[in-house]
């Protein structure tokens, strides 16, 4: 079979698309060799969710909000393995700001 997005989908990727192109514009220069990349559906470059971050050690997630290790003091994880979703953009700026509070709550402790 052939998959195809519904309309609403496209409509979502298209208003996600435009603000990932604002944010980006506010931190670097887009005219410089940068171009976004489509893949097909389902494809992606970027593993996600292999440790999952939540609110609750209820045995779906790995490590809490801060990115702490359930039951431990000492155990902290940065990266995409965090996010508990994948997504239709490119997760750098999102696990960028994980990783910065995950930093945050390592320096407060």
Known sequence: GTFQ?????RERAARGLAEHFRIA???GD???G???AF????????LMGTCRMGPADD???????SGRLWRYDNVFIAGNAVLAQPNA???TLTTIAA????????LRS
Do not use: F, M
Request: net charge negative; hydrophobic share 30%; proline share 5%.
């Open 5 to 9: 997005h519904s309309r609403g989908t």
């Open 25 to 27: 514009a506010e931190i």
């Open 30 to 32: 887009l005219q410089h």
């Open 34 to 36: 940068w171009h976004p």
């Open 39 to 46: 893949y097909k559906a389902g494809e992606s470059t970027h």
């Open 59 to 65: 045995g779906t997630s790995v490590v809490d909000c």
């Open 89 to 91: 953009g490119n997760p």
């Open 99 to 106: 990783a910065l509070r995950t930093a945050d709550s390592i």
